[in-house]
């Protein structure tokens, strides 16, 4: 069974997507936690970050490389956080690897 994430990978349901390339998929969140909310996910399907293997590395580096890329198309002013919740536990309800990048008010520390 697909997930939400591969069924906006295989366009059967739409998103506002802000970048594509061969490995990735950035889109705007529909449930913002700020003004700017990037979800940016692999189209490999990887349920959560723990479940990365070793010949993922390049394409886990390749999505950081992937919101550094998308907040300065954006003019972040290199003010950004990236958030991945891995499992249930730690706030993930969709289980396709997905980096939340959220900008444009204070982000509070510690998180959550």
Do not use: C
């Not at 970050?49 to 993922?56: G, K, R, V, Y």
């Not at 002013?77 to 939340?100: E, K, M, P, W, Y």
């Amino acid at each position: 069974m697909s997930t939400l994430f591969e069924k906006i990978i295989n366009r059967e349901i739409p998103a506002d997507i802000v970048y594509e390339d061969d490995f990735s998929l950035a889109f705007k969140d529909i449930n913002p936690q700020a003004p700017v909310h990037i979800l940016i996910i692999p189209k490999k399907p990887i349920e959560k970050l723990s479940d990365a293997q070793s010949d993922d590395k390049e394409l886990l580096g390749h999505l950081m490389l992937v919101a550094g890329k998308i907040a300065s198309e954006l003019n972040l002013d290199n003010t950004f956080r990236i958030v991945i919740n891995n499992g249930a536990g730690a706030g993930q309800s969709v289980f396709h690897l997905h980096l939340h990048m959220m900008s444009g008010r204070p982000l509070s520390w510690p998180p959550g």
